[in-house]
């Protein structure tokens, strides 16, 4: 582990902005609070409840001072954030485009995409947690690649899964908002028949309880919608992980020994030599095929478990995920004041959206 040592004074604490509520990224921001602290930069938390709230906390702030923004939260509200772009050094955390909290509201996705633009482009540095959402971040804002960096989620020791019976049961851990594939997985199960396979779907509900209601009407007895406190019986129980859309989803999987079947826009796709079954986003046919192959071929089976289990071995530490964002964070602490180009002298873009 390679720890930041500051010369001279300590260095001064970073501010950390989070959602009020922790919500999917929760665990995340949780480490990285624990760790960050032991790779050499105190935390200063800011829960965030509002965004007088957060203007508040922001005016409140020594100039120069470096603070690292949750995207849920300063991605929605660029009105508040962009104001002190010139004051403080500010870094913003992005665990998923803001626009897929959206689904198939295309108005509101537009919307929340160019709100999340505005608010990264003024920033002084953007941080992802894979390296394919740095991708996608970089190509839908026209941001400055030199700014975009990658802090892949660490791993928490986790005992190997039992499973149920090693074919049958399905987990997709998931928010249970709009595009995040529920509904895509609920129809692949559907034209499954001719195998046993049981499905829990779980996660936090979002803002769109039409959805959740949509969901769980078209799921039969063989699923369940789960909500659980703990989510370690619910992987010890898992033969199969489906459509992770978080990075640290693949991660917990991973550190189990579970196989995992995700889309090739999805974190898991980033894994060198992912040890699992890749296909193309929003196709029930595909999924429904890849569910098959699953259930029928038992050698596959065998050969994805002894890839989960070998590639688990290898993953990053949450101390390796702290000190890489600790390192980012020091140089910006350090780096010499500099003139953030405004966002109307910047070359225009699309609106269209891009996946």
């Known amino acids: 582990m390679v720890t930041y040592v500051p010369a001279g004074r300590p260095p001064d604490p970073v501010a950390f902005v989070l959602p009020a509520l922790a919500g999917d990224s929760g665990r995340y921001n949780q480490r990285l609070c624990q760790y960050l602290p032991a790779a ?37 509200v660029p009105e508040v954030v962009v104001p002190h772009s010139r004051r403080l050094r500010l870094a913003v955390l992005v665990h998923s485009p803001l626009a897929d909290s959206a689904g198939p509201d295309h108005s509101r996705a537009l919307e929340l995409d160019a709100s999340e633009r505005e608010t990264l482009r003024m920033v002084s540095t953007v941080v992802a947690t894979s390296p394919g959402l740095a991708r996608r971040l970089i190509d839908r804002h026209d941001l400055d690649p030199a700014r975009v960096h990658v802090a ?57 309880p039409a959805f959740v209601s949509a969901l769980r009407r078209s799921l039969d007895h063989r699923s369940r919608l789960l909500s ?46 992912f040890p699992g079954l890749l296909i193309p986003a929003d196709d029930v046919a595909a999924l429904a095929m890849a569910l098959h192959r699953w259930a029928l071929d038992p050698e596959l089976r065998r050969s994805l478990r002894t890839d989960a289990l070998s590639r688990g071995c290898s993953l990053p530490t949450w101390h390796a995920t702290a000190d890489q964002l600790a390192g980012v964070l020091a140089r910006l602490q350090t780096a010499p004041p500099e003139v953030v ?7 225009a873009r699309p609106t269209a959206l891009t996946t």
């Open 152 to 208: 892949r989620p660490g791993t928490d020791r986790a005992p190997l899964a039992v499973g149920t019976d090693g074919v049958s049961h399905l987990v997709c851990v998931s928010p249970l908002v709009p595009g995040h594939g529920q509904d895509v997985l609920a129809r692949a199960l559907a034209s499954v028949r001719d195998v046993l396979l049981t499905c829990d779907f779980v996660g936090s509900a979002g803002d769109d």
């Open 341 to 347: 180009v405004p966002l109307s002298r910047r070359p």
């Open 228 to 273: 659980p406190p703990d989510l370690a019986a619910v992987y010890d129980a898992a033969d199969l992980v489906v459509l992770p859309m978080q990075a640290t989803v693949v991660t917990d999987a991973l550190a189990r020994g579970i196989p995992i079947l995700a889309t090739d826009t999805s974190p898991a796709a980033d894994v060198a030599d």
């Open 40 to 76: 050499g930069l105190p935390v200063l938390e800011l829960p965030m409840a509002s965004a007088t709230r957060l203007s508040r906390s922001l005016s409140a702030l020594p100039d120069g001072t470096v603070v690292l923004l949750d995207g849920q939260v300063a991605s929605a």
